[in-house]
């Protein structure tokens, strides 16, 4: 079982920044791609990014892109989500996850979840 622990998230006015981590431990950590999610209250979990096993690939939502940027440290197992240019329509419950095959429908584990806040 991979356990997936995210932290950085918070509270910050619209326009500013967060940069959330997602530490992984369990299963190697490389052989997974990795993704973020959120959800805001009374909505259903979004896709936000994706990264491939070693980092050389990327996709975003076309809510985040040019905002977010998802990067990995497989030396560190950790995942990674810098969001700039933050808005209050960002404000959800952010949540990292585990998948075997980049891309695919199917996600093998999920985090907690870590807050943001984004006030206006």
């Known amino acids: 079982q991979m356990q997936l622990v995210e932290s950085g998230g918070g509270l910050v006015q619209a326009g500013g920044s967060l940069r959330l981590s997602c530490a992984a431990s369990?299963?190697?950590?490389?052989?997974?791609?990795m993704n973020w999610f959120r959800q805001a209250p009374g909505k259903e979990r979004d896709f936000v990014a994706a990264?491939?096993?070693?980092?050389?690939?990327?996709y975003y939502a076309d809510s985040v892109k040019g905002r977010f940027t998802i990067s990995r440290d497989n030396t560190e197992n950790t995942v990674y989500l810098q969001m700039n240019s933050l808005k209050p329509e960002d404000t959800a419950v952010y949540y990292c996850?585990?998948?075997?095959?980049?891309?695919?429908?199917?996600?093998?584990?999920w985090g907690q979840g870590t807050q943001v806040t984004v006030s206006s």
């Open positions: 990264i491939s096993w070693g980092g050389g690939s990327t």
């Open positions: 996850s585990a998948q075997r095959i980049y891309r695919s429908k199917n996600y093998d584990y």
């Open positions: 369990g299963p190697t950590f490389s052989n997974y791609a």
